[in-house]
């Protein structure tokens, strides 16, 4: 119902050429939006769909594939998200199918104008993997993508996903979002090699204070700090 709040990738094996991650700050690109387009798209909302995506890397996908990733559903979102310390972002990618109350036209040419101006230089950082590295990143305040890559080159990145809660507020204690990604504490650790033991540090911290909990493989986020 809300975008995932934190994401953590890990690279495994990677392609011998491409295959860089592009990441654009929507929390700048939101601060350095004219006033007045502010005023005219703060209340809009937008329909997320997981087959919207589909069509960025095949374009004439069978129906079989169209039916599946529709089952997944879809989800109305702002499109200016409100974090719990006031700051605002951009809320796009590549699951925005359209903005609610728009004619189709009007939608996508908004869309496309926020990506283009999210994604300007000045707001993006460009990550070259080396096996082992670990990237974190706010999904409330990002976005994503991967450089062109060969499909053959067995590039492989491990991604671990915390959920958000509604606009960032705390969570009441009574709470709680399981993730079951079936992997204990050590399991996870070893998936990013060298930095195994500084993971293993950071997930005791957590469990030290009652943030998370770790039972056959399910990861119990317990509240958010």
């Known amino acids: 119902q809300v975008p995932i709040l934190a994401s953590l990738l890990s690279a495994k094996v990677l392609s011998p050429t491409g295959g860089d991650t592009e990441f654009c700050n929507t929390y700048a690109a939101w601060d350095m939006l004219a006033e007045e387009d502010k005023q005219q798209i703060e209340a809009l909302r937008v329909v997320h769909s997981a087959w919207a995506s589909l069509f960025y890397y095949d374009p004439e996908p069978s129906l ?14 702002p ?17 925005a199918h359209h903005v609610v109350g728009m004619s189709a036209m009007e939608s996508t040419q908004l869309l496309v104008r926020l990506r283009e101006w999210a994604t300007q230089p000045q707001f993006t950082y460009r990550h070259k993997w ?3 590295d670990l990237v974190m990143w706010d999904n409330t305040g990002t976005m994503h993508r991967a450089t062109p890559y060969d499909p053959a ?16 507020e705390v ?12 992997l204990n504490q050590s399991d996870l650790a070893s998936m990013v090699g060298a930095r195994r033991e500084w993971v293993n540090r950071i997930l005791s911290e957590w469990r030290r204070r ?7 493989g399910v990861i119990t986020i317990l509240d958010l700090p």
């Open 64 to 77: 079989a594939m169209t039916q599946q990733m529709m089952a997944i559903g879809e989800q109305e979102l």
């Open 79 to 95: 499109l200016v998200w409100k974090h719990r310390s006031g700051r605002k972002s951009l809320v796009l990618g590549c699951t």
């Open 130 to 132: 080396t096996v082992g």
């Open 153 to 168: 080159a067995g590039r492989l990145l491990h991604i671990i996903l915390q959920h958000n809660d509604q606009y960032g």
């Open 171 to 182: 969570l009441e204690p009574e709470k709680r979002y399981q993730v079951n990604i079936g």
């Open 210 to 216: 009652g943030l998370l909990e770790f039972d056959n």
